[in-house]
């Protein structure tokens, strides 16, 4: 007994993942998913490796853009720490020029 997919079912699959990228798709990509094994018998082990696929996939994502935004926090203040460093060095500069 084989437990492949149908094209259908993989093209789905296909569309599942390419939405579950966008952070904004994601509840698009969940419907699609749920569509999706409720096609493909609930106890085949290819519905069974799907699903745990999919939470693993969208887990990773979730922590993804936890990851990005700590970066783009850091970096933001990285950028403020050095504009106010070179502000300080100017303003010791025209200090030391006027005495």
């Excluded at 990228?21 to 994601?26: A, D, G, L, R």
């Excluded at 990773?60 to 720490?81: C, H, P, V, Y």
Aim: include cysteine; hydrophobic fraction near 40%; proline fraction near 2%.
């Amino acid at each position: 007994m084989t437990h492949s997919l149908t094209q259908n079912q993989l093209a789905q699959l296909k569309d599942c993942l390419a939405l579950a990228q966008n952070p904004t798709q994601q509840e698009a990509a969940r419907q699609t998913m749920a569509q999706l094994l409720s096609e493909v018998s609930p106890n085949t082990i290819a519905a069974e490796i799907i699903d745990a696929l999919w939470n693993e996939l969208l887990t990773a994502r979730r922590s993804t853009a936890f990851w990005e935004q700590i970066s783009d926090a850091e970096k933001e203040i990285g950028d403020r720490l050095t504009q106010d460093n070179i502000r300080l060095q100017q303003n010791y500069l025209r200090l030391m020029q006027e005495q």
